[in-house]
């Protein structure tokens, strides 16, 4: 038999994020995805205090690479990378469109 085992790869250097990292890269990473982040998401997301939640926040909003918008309906805070709000409201504007036609055409079908 022969001993020709792979040898183990190693690993990388993997740099364990702060909460404020991990909340900061989740939001960015919706934002590519085309959807806001709510505020009140975080909390129970990332298994932090509400009041945390909001001292996150504010250091995120201050170095600028996130921006917020409030929802029209709820005056909800929403995050997004910056640059990239109108974007994602004319994408959520879509969807909610789709949504409305899909639901008169299954109403109609009935």
């Known amino acids: 038999m022969s001993h020709n085992k792979k040898t183990f790869r190693k690993f990388k250097n993997i740099k364990h994020q702060t909460i404020e990292e991990k909340i900061k890269s989740f939001v960015l990473r919706n934002s590519k995805n085309g ?5 009140s998401t975080l909390s129970y997301k990332f298994d932090i205090s509400q009041e945390r939640t909001w001292e996150i926040v ?5 170095d600028g690479s996130i921006e917020s918008v409030h929802d029209q309906k709820s005056g909800e805070m929403k995050l997004c990378e910056t640059g990239k709000m109108y974007s994602i409201m ?7 469109r789709e949504k409305y036609k899909e639901s008169k055409k299954t109403n109609k079908s009935k």
């Open 90 to 96: 004319n994408l959520e504007q879509k969807r909610k």
């Open 58 to 62: 504010g250091e995120i909003l201050d």
């Open 35 to 39: 959807y806001y982040t709510k505020v």
